[in-house]
């Protein structure tokens, strides 16, 4: 497979905030052209309900993984989580294939930001196979804290970065749930 060189200038600050979050056995849901596991110095596996150019594996529902459960060590979602259309159910089926002691990292902008960042930027979302129903363009810390905790995880850390306006945020598994 051929690697993608050409990389953003976001995309690479948010690889260089992530990757020293990961350990272990890696599965990057959403992962586009696949740059963090082709970055990545472990085993890996990159899925997306996309076809993209280097992804090792296209699903049909984030919320359907087709791996055992306690997979991987690691499971993480760069800038996607907004575009599942069922946050918890997709969140769910991350902690099912995550192992007992295994993290969730994932980056995420706020709803303000996804809006000014889609009109400066142009981005024509029919190019990432546009939003469908239940996305959304970002998600508020408060979001983000109520669908952690719906889903069986606890938030262990959040990360600013691109001066506060994105974060990366890390995971565990509850113990109670």
């Known amino acids: 497979m051929e ?8 995309e690479r600050w948010r690889l260089r905030m992530v990757l020293p979050l990961v350990r272990g056995r890696l599965c990057d849901i959403g992962c586009g052209y696949n740059n963090l596991v082709r970055n990545y110095r472990g085993p890996g596996v990159g899925v997306d309900v996309h076809p993209w150019p280097g992804c090792d ?49 994932f980056t995420m902008i706020g709803p303000w930001t996804g809006i000014v960042a889609h009109i400066l930027f142009r981005h024509d979302e029919s190019e990432r196979g546009g939003l469908g129903q239940g996305e959304k363009v970002g998600l508020s810390r408060r979001e983000i804290s109520g669908l952690l905790k719906e889903s069986g995880f606890v938030l262990v850390q959040r990360i600013p970065f ?16």
Do not use: W
Request: overall charge positive.
């Open 162 to 177: 691109q001066l506060g306006l994105n974060g990366v945020y890390v995971a565990s598994k509850s113990a109670d749930s």
């Open 57 to 105: 594996q296209v699903i049909r529902d984030a919320s359907k993984l087709p791996f055992e459960n306690d997979s991987f060590d690691t499971v993480t979602a760069l800038a996607c989580l907004n575009h599942f259309p069922d946050r918890v159910m997709a969140l769910r089926e991350m902690r099912r294939v995550l192992r007992p002691d295994g993290r969730l990292v």
């Open 3 to 10: 690697l993608r060189h050409e990389m953003d200038r976001l």
